[in-house]
């Protein structure tokens, strides 16, 4: 990770747990070079527990944080007070979180060089010049780096693509399937996308709060899981919209997918209840069209689909016409 050291500030580089995988020689010398494996050995007892309870659960939750107030502890037992930034990204397929940390004296200090440089370079117009220049030349380093960060930034963009909380694939997962199979399928075969959505859900939050509502989701996902061939992929949709993308899939086996689906969804209990869902589906040839404008396709006549069998009474499937 050589770019580690380009950057112009202290950066540490861990797992989704804490442990350490890199850091760069400013943040060697910010720390002291003795190498940690947790990245806890770092931090002061007080910042530790901000960690636990405040930073990590929110970069977990959000995938980054900026401008959290820590204090990094140095190899003389000194505390340095520092503003930490943080972010998720994905590199060879495995998680990691980038620590950028800025001494919060050093912002300070620079702050007030950057004042007296700005009164200086108003004194004369030669000042002024040379200033310029010199920010013409700082401007081009920031550039290059930016070159850099860039390429590190579309990896950081490229975020996980499974929900955290069913631990099935998200939107983005639905896509990358759908154009994988679009790209290597001739323009006549059929493909099947399948929307379920559970009924009544709101009053099972409403009822039986949402810790209640999660596990009916987790539960669900499993089913769901249950119901398909090992080359369909189930996502979660969103809220508690679930989608089932089923390539080389005519609207029979579509049919026989949706009764699964019921048939497991059946085993869900909630207080002695079942839990039911509302399925649309509808099967359809890309014929040469891009994959998102297919996907988009299929999307709208399955959720067309899903409203008429809610509206119907819920609890059935409909394949769309």
Known sequence: MFYLERLPCPILVTDCNGYVKHSNLDFKKLAGAA???????????????F???HAWPMLLKNGEFNEL???????????????????ISEADGEREVLWLFFVAKDRQ???????????????TAAQLAKANLALQHANAQLTEYAVEIRSEAEQFAQLSHTDPLTALGNRRALSQQVEQWVGASSAQALGSLLLIDVDFFKKINDNFGHNEGDRVLTELAKQ?????????TVVRYGGEEFAIWSPLSDSDAATCIARRVHEQVAQIRLEGRQITVSIGFTTQSHQGQTAEHYLAQLLTEADAALYQAKAEGRNRSVCYR
């Open 35 to 49: 190498v940690a494996e947790d990245m806890n050995h770092y931090f002061p007892p007080a910042s530790r527990i």
């Open 109 to 123: 200090r620079f702050e007030a060089e950057l004042l007296k440089a700005r009164s200086q370079a108003q004194e």
């Open 224 to 232: 769901l899981l249950k119901s398909v061939r090992t080359q369909d």
């Open 69 to 87: 107030y820590l204090q990094l502890l140095a190899a003389d037992e000194q505390h340095i007070p520092v503003m930490a930034n943080a972010r």
């Open 51 to 53: 960690l636990q309870t």
